[in-house]
């Protein structure tokens, strides 16, 4: 008796192993019966690919007119960065571009903070603050949720007179 519970817990522990990594008794086109490991990392590829394939957009391309101040390039994590101080009157500008599921947030110190929620598509945003006088150094603190990538640029604009609409 223990023999046959024996084979069948090995057996029923087989079929377990072979229906959580997806492996089926029969072959696809793509594999083979030896391969099955390879056909499934090459389809995970594939889908990271298509995911990182969606359009990432700069945040520093928001700033056309503007002087970039720091531009991150994508990322992950957390970042904390002096910011210049803003030798005269003018909008200072904050552009974000982030992509997974979870939230980003900046704080931009006297120009202001925000919290982006972000999802399996680029997404970006981009906040003003003008004011009409200089301003002292500031920091630049960037804080977001695991599996999140993102970029944040900053900018001065002195003809600007207010943020963008």
Do not use: I
């Not at 992509?99 to 931009?108: H, K, P, W, Y």
């Not at 200089?134 to 640029?153: F, H, I, Y």
């Amino acid at each position: 008796m223990f023999h046959h519970v024996r084979r069948h817990a090995l057996a029923a522990c087989a079929a377990s192993v072979l229906a959580l990594s997806g492996c089926t008794a029969g072959s696809t086109p793509h594999s083979t019966p030896d391969s099955p490991a390879l056909e499934r990392r090459g389809t995970a590829a594939a889908t990271a690919s298509a995911r990182s394939a969606a359009p990432w957009h700069d945040p520093s391309e928001d700033l056309a007119d503007a002087v970039v101040w720091l531009s991150t390039g994508r990322r992950s994590g957390a970042l904390a960065q002096a910011l210049p101080a803003k030798p005269a009157g003018g909008t200072v500008y904050v552009a974000t571009q982030c992509q997974g599921e979870g939230t980003l947030t900046v704080d931009a110190g006297r120009y202001g903070a925000t919290t982006e929620h972000c999802s399996d598509r680029p997404d970006g945003r981009l906040n003003g603050a003008a004011t009409p006088t200089r301003e002292a150094a500031t920091r630049l603190k960037v804080t977001a949720s695991p599996g999140v990538t993102w970029a944040v640029a900053v900018g001065w604009d002195r003809h600007a007179p207010r943020p963008p609409q």
